[in-house]
């Protein structure tokens, strides 16, 4: 049996409970949780990234985080190549491998392969970076119409990405990712995926908790001193919903009151795009959570247990 057919994959959005399901579930059942978030895989990255506690990394073995520095390029090639590996060594001491996370373009590339698309080139990298965004988009518009309506085109990371591509290959970007069938990607998992979601009034009052709480817990700080550590310098690391805007903050463009307000509205904006995402797998198995329901109540929802005994 091919080591992916015996993994747990929780997913959902951010804020929904996939981490006390996957912690729970883990203790329960002998597991090891993969993160499948892109920005916990950066040290320092902390507070932001809602990133487990020592205590909960304590009670159980978390892989692929605090992997890679400030300073280092990180991307679905290099999480498929460590999961593998974290798969292999957790099965080796007869564990069950739980991916748990919301970073749905790396589980896309895990389960269903990275595609055509080609490396990055530093060179094509750079000369896009340092293009307004105004301009990038436009010549997108005009060499991949299909990919200019999907894009997120208030992500500059995304759209560089795709016009690197198309210059590399002299292809549409949408042709490179034609090969990714999304209803596919757990046709051979429908039994041990899952997808967790909340109405959005439950999963919005969450949300908003969780940003007061990483605030109160110190997030400008530690935004500051990433700072210092060559955050800005890391285009993927200044696209995290939080330290994006907190950076904003220090230089001044905005209010502190105003700043997290933004970062609530960042949130849920983007918890809506992972339900856009994760809802386009017809075979995963979705839990939807309600404020009262317990943790126990939650295992017993998915309880995937059952083909481990």
């Not at 929904?16 to 002998?30: D, T």
């Not at 340092?130 to 500059?156: G, Y």
């Not at 983007?270 to 939650?298: C, D, G, S």
């Given at each position: ?108 590339a895990y389960l269903d392969g ?151 509205v960042k949130t849920r904006q ?40």
């Open positions: 049996m091919s080591p992916r057919l015996t993994s747990i994959f929780i997913a959902g959005p951010t804020a929904v409970g996939k981490s006390a399901v996957a912690l729970a579930l883990a203790e329960k059942i002998g597991g090891e949780i993969i993160s499948v978030d892109s920005m916990q895989v950066y040290r320092g990255l902390d507070i932001g990234t809602a990133k487990p506690s020592t205590a909960e990394r304590a009670r159980v073995p978390h892989h692929l985080i605090d992997v890679a520095e400030l300073t280092e390029a990180f991307g679905a090639a290099k999480f498929v190549t460590l999961a593998q590996q974290a798969v292999n060594e957790i099965q080796s001491r007869s564990r069950v491998p739980i991916f748990c996370g919301g970073t749905g373009l790396y589980l896309k990275l595609g055509e698309a080609p490396p990055t080139d530093e060179h094509i990298r750079a000369e896009l970076e340092a293009t307004p965004l105004t301009e990038l988009l436009r010549e997108l518009e005009q060499r991949d119409p299909v990919t200019f309506v999907k894009i997120d085109r208030q992500n500059p990371r995304r759209v560089v990405r795709a016009l690197e591509v198309i210059r590399l290959t002299g292809n549409p970007f949408s042709t490179q990712r034609a090969d990714w069938n999304p209803s596919s990607i757990v046709h051979p998992l429908s039994s041990r995926f899952y997808c967790l979601s909340r109405a959005a009034v439950n999963l919005h009052a969450r949300i908003n908790a969780r940003v007061d709480e990483m605030f109160a817990a110190g997030l400008v700080e530690e935004t500051h001193q990433l700072l210092q550590r060559g955050l800005e310098q890391n285009k993927t690391a200044m696209q995290a919903i939080g330290y994006r805007q907190v950076v904003e903050h220090l230089r001044g463009e905005r209010s502190l009151p105003e700043t997290i307000e933004l970062v609530k983007f918890a809506k795009r992972q339900m856009t995402w994760f809802r386009k797998y017809a075979n995963a198995k979705w839990v939807e959570l309600k404020p009262v329901t317990t943790l126990t109540e939650m295992l017993n929802l998915i309880h995937p247990h059952r083909g481990h005994q």
